[in-house]
């Protein structure tokens, strides 16, 4: 299965200031996956990153609140924008391998 | 649409019994299904899937589930629970939905409490 480093693990935030999180994976892999749980909550998917064209976003997810990047196949970055306490969660990417799926060990995110 | 129910919120299991956890899914086409585990302040851990064959999977620590189509479930079951196996257990199903077939979608997870 894939490893991926997640980073950063945790971070305090001002509200209204953004926050960028990036994964890399040890290998190519087509899609990245995004996923934010709120405390005491399940893993809701945000969007699905692939290289080389826009994220996909699910439904209550914007672009211009998750902007996310994807420059290859090994990397991306999800930008948590103009933050607000809401903003509050875990946030942890994926990837698929051979119909497995790998999770990074999140970023927990507190926003003030 | 595709979705994942589990239907408790928490199981309560005394150390040494048996335990399930319940799991059913809506989705189209043959479905992959998925059991991770979460303990507190670590990250989200694979624990079996089920693709295709054998209806019955095993996994790590001793877990195992069964795959029933008709009744479209997917409980996850162990013999005999430990005190460490007290963990959040989520349910998971490969999708389809904008973003391409093969999203993962979670249930909303359940919490398993084991008492000595």
């Known amino acids: 299965s894939a490893v991926i480093s997640q980073k950063p693990s945790r971070d305090i935030c001002q509200r209204g200031t953004s926050l960028t999180i990036q994964c890399q994976v040890d290998s190519q892999v087509t899609m990245m996956f995004w996923y934010r749980q709120q405390p005491g909550q399940s893993l809701t998917l945000i969007a699905t990153a692939n290289q080389g064209s826009e994220a996909t976003y699910e439904s209550g997810f914007v672009i211009d609140k998750f902007p996310i990047s994807r420059p290859n196949l090994t990397f991306s970055t999800l930008t948590v924008s103009n933050m607000s306490p809401e903003d509050s969660s875990i946030y942890l990417c994926?990837?698929?391998?051979?119909?497995?799926?790998?999770f990074g060990s999140g970023t927990r995110l507190t926003v003030v | 649409a595709q979705s994942v129910a589990q239907p408790e919120d928490q199981v309560n299991v005394a150390e040494g019994n048996p335990l399930t956890v319940k799991c059913t899914y809506s989705?189209?086409?043959?479905?992959?299904l998925f059991w991770y585990v979460q303990y507190p302040n670590r990250g989200l851990q694979f624990l079996l899937k089920y693709i295709t064959g054998d209806n019955l999977v095993k996994g790590s620590y001793g877990f195992e589930a069964e795959f029933n189509k008709s009744q479209t479930s997917f409980h996850l079951k162990k013999p005999s629970a430990l005190v460490s196996d007290s963990a959040l257990y989520f349910c998971?199903?490969?999708?389809?939905?904008?973003?391409?077939?093969?999203?993962?979608?979670f249930g909303a997870g359940t919490r398993l409490a084991l008492h000595p």
């Open positions: 994926s990837v698929e391998r051979g119909a497995g799926y790998t």
């Open positions: 998971a199903v490969r999708g389809g939905g904008s973003g391409g077939y093969n999203k993962l979608i």
């Open positions: 989705v189209s086409g043959n479905p992959y």
